[in-house]
């Protein structure tokens, strides 16, 4: 079993201390429960094995077979508690991954809009410095000397 990270950090902002010490705890808590269930399993299952041994007095058969029955049932019972962290796994892959996504989504999205208001200011300034430019433009058309000495249509 790896023991390793169980998976990577995401290619954007990372998360935050908190979230990253609480993914660590979860992991541990995780990787203990499997490690439980499945040591939980080999032990019943040996004991299963020892057990299994076929005696003649029928009292001490009765009583193996009760205990095959008890083990076979911690078998079951930790086999089931694999099955259910596989499918909390799943669905915590599922969920985390979205939750990601959104706040992936939302955070471009802010910065999209950062840089449209940018957009919208320099657009405001390039608009106001060429009226200024064509006002004084025109003033200076109008003032000058060749529009004067031109016959009027």
């Known amino acids: 079993m790896n023991k390793g990270g169980m998976g990577g950090g995401s290619a954007g902002g990372g998360p935050t201390a908190a979230a990253a010490t609480a993914a660590a705890q979860k992991q541990k808590a995780l ?8 040591s939980n399993i080999v032990e019943n299952f040996n004991h299963m094995v020892n057990v299994s041994r076929v005696n003649d007095p029928p009292f001490r058969n009765s009583q193996e077979a009760f205990q095959m029955e008890m083990r076979a049932a911690r078998v079951v019972q930790a086999a089931d508690s694999l099955l259910k962290l596989v ?17 992936h989504v939302e955070q471009r999205t802010d910065e999209f809009n ?33 529009r004067m000495d031109q016959p009027e249509v």
């Open 114 to 146: 950062m840089q449209a208001e940018k957009t919208e200011r320099l657009l405001e300034k390039v608009g106001e410095k060429a009226a200024a430019s064509l006002k004084e433009l025109e003033c200076h058309y109008y003032s000058s000397i060749q």
């Open 87 to 103: 499918s909390e796994l799943k669905q915590t892959a599922i969920f985390s991954g979205f939750a990601s996504l959104n706040e």
């Open 31 to 38: 990787l203990q429960r499997v490690d439980t269930d499945i």
